[in-house]
T-cell receptor
Framework: DAGVIQSPRHEVTEMGQEVTLRCKPISGHDYLFWYRQTMMRGLELLIYFNNNVPIDDSGMPEDRFSAKMPNASFSTLKIQPSEPRDSAVYFC????????????FGPGTRLTVL | KNEVEQSPQNLTAQEGEFITINCSYSVGISALHWLQQHPGGGIVSLFMLSSGKKKHGRLIATINIQEKHSSLHITASHPRDSAVYICAYMNRDDKIIFGKGTRLHILP
């Protein structure tokens, strides 16, 4: 297995533009997590899915952020409209079960909003 | 209030030294993770603990649920161990809380 795949690896965009980050979890993993990492706030959980269903989205900062998981092999995190304070590294991770099990992280997407 | 404190924030040591990184938390938890973030940014899950002790190679993780404290030890440290080590836990409300991380630098 290739591990968790994220795309793009780097994204530079201008304020106000829509940004879509993509994630392909490890096949067979039932849980998918989206995290954000900034220098100021460190790692934060944004949302996680179980069997494609969002379980906890309380970490999603505001309505500009949305996440979907249309099937077991694909998830998106969308920011519309983007703002400079959204600049961060966004990680996707997957696991067989919830946070009580080992998580496998993707390489991350470095987002810069100008 | 969910809090987690890691210490030290930064640690520089010579190759071969025994390393200890600490993580203290303030609420009841069901599981605690130790993560390693490489200088390139990639994150690897090292351990998941709910009690006791786990060992993998030169890495040992312990947790004391009563004292709300976990430690990560590295024996015979090597420059390739240089990374940021992050503890994270899920509290009883299923919220995931991350520490700020300990930046470890092992000198050859």
């Amino acid at each position: 297995d290739a591990g968790v795949i994220q795309s793009p690896r780097h994204e530079v965009t201008e304020m106000g533009q829509e940004v879509t980050l993509r994630c392909k979890p490890i096949s067979g993993h039932d849980y998918l997590f989206w995290y954000r990492q900034t220098m100021m706030r460190g790692l934060e959980l944004l949302i996680y899915f179980n069997n494609n269903v969002p379980i906890d989205d309380s970490g999603m900062p505001e309505d500009r952020f949305s996440a979907k998981m249309p099937n077991a092999s694909f998830s998106t995190l969308k920011i519309q409209p983007s703002e400079p304070r959204d600049s961060a590294v966004y990680f996707c991770a997957s696991s067989f079960v919830d946070f009580s099990n080992e998580q496998f992280f993707g390489p991350g997407t470095r987002l810069t909003v100008l | 209030k969910n809090e987690v404190e890691q210490s030290p924030q930064n640690l520089t040591a010579q190759e071969g030294e025994f390393i200890t990184i600490n993580c203290s938390y303030s609420v009841g938890i069901s599981a605690l993770h130790w993560l390693q973030q490489h200088p390139g940014g990639g994150i690897v899950s090292l351990f998941m603990l709910s009690s006791g002790k786990k060992k993998h190679g030169r890495l040992i993780a312990t947790i004391n649920i009563q004292e709300k404290h976990s430690s990560l030890h590295i024996t015979a440290s090597h420059p390739r161990d240089s990374a940021v080590y992050i503890c994270a836990y899920m509290n009883r409300d299923d919220k995931i809380i991350f520490g700020k991380g300990t930046r470890l630098h092992i000198l050859p």
